[in-house]
């Protein structure tokens, strides 16, 4: 029991390590991808963070066993190093004994991310899909260049000549107002001020001596002109405000748990059943519209033509029928992909300690940087096994078991066949041969510093 404590311990750390880097590298990329939609729109702090907290959903989906496998890399690498699996060995615990406790651990785990891609991974995906719409629709705020229309206002066509940023003050304004299909106003005014209500909805601009010219487009005999001293225009600036929209609506596969999609899946099979069924149906009301035509004795032009018309109008009936069918095997593929990536992913914990326990014998090396280039290896492998996987159950070349499921059992036929083989015999892995790789005067160097 003390052995496994042990064992369990040096895990603890590293796992934790792992899960911040790697929530860091996630967290940067996604800054670095989204920057340019959320900088100079004047979102909130609060708004900002709601995002990120969003979209730490899916990197927890990733992060996780990407974690466990750098944790057992360096834990078993380290005991290793130390000579600790040796000695364990020598006392009759096997390599066998020693992953026991990582699997089980890692069973629990798998189990709880289980748990998290189905009830709060769909949620924090709908959310920040609703929140991303919403910040993509809000427009940066109101910005006037002076001697530039500017036109960010629907129907109305801005002119200044003077912009004062600090004071919020303009000069020498015209206001084109289109708002109306009847009339056309053009403010002028020597001088104003511009800023929002409290509530954000509108933009006043307080104007100074200046005039209201207003024209009939239906009269253009009837005009008016009239003279201001101050005059206030409340604009429009919806646009500018940001809104965030309740939770609702339209779901997507990504957004709905393992449970709701079978729902779905269900109902679109049924559907399938039923166009199956009008299918064959065509086909036989086909065929029996030939054999009474071919039945009858009278040939003329008029009748053929007719039974040309007919079967065009047959076999476009049949063409909108199997692509209908064809939509809906698409779109059930595509549920099972997700359904099965819901556990397909968490199951890659219990593959990954498979894997990195027998690895990290072999290297006996504990440090983070070998563990972390190693797994990145093995999940850059795992990844592409996965997302080609998708791509092809998608467009209905394989399975979306096989899509989602290959992955994980080439991975632990592999991580059985490396624990097997550590078990019986010692094995070491070294990177020796990298060292070809470098100059040889730097070889020399480095070796005269490890001599010195």
Known sequence: MILFKYILKNHVGPFFFAVFTLFAVFLLQFLMKFADRLIGKGLSLVVIVKLIVYNLAWMVVLVIPMSILVATLMAFGSMAQNNEIAIMKASGVSLYKM?????????????????????????????????????????????????????????????????????????????????????????????????????????????????????DNFYPENYKRLKFIRDKIALPADQFTFEQSTPGGPRYDRELGAHDMLILVDSLNSIKQRRLTELKKAINEML????????????????????????????????????????????????????????????????????????????????????????????LIYWAFLIGGEKLADRDLLSPFWGMWSANVVFLLFGIYLTIKTARERVELNFNFLTKLVPKNWRFAQNEIENS
Request: glycine share 4%; with cysteine.
């Open 288 to 379: 029996e519209n030939k054999l009474s035509n071919n039945n009858s004795n009278k040939i003329n032009i008029e009748k053929y033509s007719l039974a040309f018309q007919n079967l065009q109008a047959d076999k476009n009936r049949i063409n909108s029928m199997l692509n209908n069918i064809e939509y809906l095997n698409r779109q059930m593929d595509s549920y099972w992909v997700e359904i099965h990536k819901k556990y397909s992913i968490p199951f890659a914990c219990i593959v990954f300690v498979l894997i990195g326990a027998p690895i990290g014998t072999m290297i006996r090396k504990g440090g983070f940087g070998i563990a972390s280039g190693i797994s990145l290896i093995f999940f």
């Open 99 to 215: 992953m026991l406790t990582p699997i089980l651990v890692s069973i629990i785990i798998g189990y709880l991310l289980i748990q998290f891609n189905n009830h709060v991974y769909p949620d924090a995906n709908h959310a920040a899909r609703l929140l991303m719409e919403d910040i993509s629709r809000k427009k940066p705020t109101l910005s006037l260049v002076p001697g530039v229309f500017s036109q960010e206002i629907p129907s109305y066509s801005i002119l200044v000549r003077d912009v004062n940023q600090q004071q919020n003050e303009i000069k020498d304004i015209t206001i084109y107002d289109f708002s109306s299909q009847s009339k056309t106003n053009i403010v002028t005014a020597k001088y104003g001020k511009i800023y929002f209500i409290p509530s954000q909805k509108k933009i006043i601009m307080d104007l100074y001596n200046g005039e209201i010219h207003q024209s």
